[in-house]
């Protein structure tokens, strides 16, 4: 069998699964992924030509939608990008949440270069990380980025409790590492001299030398 006649076949499987189910739901499913076709849609219009110059009249384009249609999903161009923020929030791996406050550490900064850097909404984000850390910022979209870095400030008090980190005030230091991890798209280049593994291990080295603790040799 063809891949469009796999294709064909598998939309059918799930067009007669969603007619089993109750209209509200089928409603909702349909709206969920309409939406998610809308924030993939402004994650490359982010990505490609900032978030200023990119229109909501662009993105409806990309999904077939008129302006005003888009408007039934989206409030603005803010509420867009809160959202790409709040799904990454959402898709944090666990061990971010558990375990030693290095290791902790280790896994945020990792999962945020990787993701800003081989994702389309990763790099929506870091291209457009002034909007989200500007005073002037949208509320929704200011709730998103504080409660993305809350995640990271947590870390880094319970390892200053801990002894494991240096107690620095927390706050600039959670200003300074996302600069510094969203920066790395910026140098970065797929195919370059370094791999992007060994990207990652040498900027979280710099960045985690900066609040680790030192052993005493003495």
Not at 48 to 65: E, F, N
Request: aromatic residues 6%; glycine residues 6%.
């Amino acid at each position: 069998m063809s891949e469009r006649a796999d294709a064909a076949s598998a939309e059918t499987r799930r067009s007669q699964a969603v007619g089993g189910l109750p209209a509200t739901r089928r409603r909702e499913l349909r709206q969920y992924r309409r939406r998610t076709e809308i924030l993939e849609a402004a994650a490359g219009e982010f990505a490609d030509r900032g978030y200023h110059d990119a229109s909501l009249q662009t993105i409806g384009d990309k999904v077939g939608l008129s302006k005003a249609s888009l408007y039934y999903y989206v409030s603005s161009k803010s509420d867009l990008l809160a959202e790409l923020l709040l799904a990454v929030i959402d898709s944090q791996p666990a061990e971010v949440e558990e375990g030693d406050p290095a290791e902790r550490l280790r896994k945020f900064m990792y999962t945020h270069v990787i993701r800003v850097c081989t994702t389309v909404e990763g790099k929506a984000l870091a291209e457009n990380s002034a909007v989200l850390m500007s005073r002037t910022a949208a509320p929704r979209l200011a709730a998103a980025r504080r409660r993305y870095e809350e995640i990271l400030a947590s870390i880094l008090r319970a390892g200053i409790a801990a002894g494991e980190f240096k107690d620095l005030p927390v706050i600039p230091l959670v200003k300074f590492i996302l600069a510094g991890l969203n920066s790395v798209p910026l140098w970065y280049r797929a195919g370059g001299e370094l791999p992007l593994e060994r990207v990652v291990d040498d900027v979280m080295g710099v960045l985690f030398a900066g609040v680790a603790v030192l052993p005493d040799r003495s």
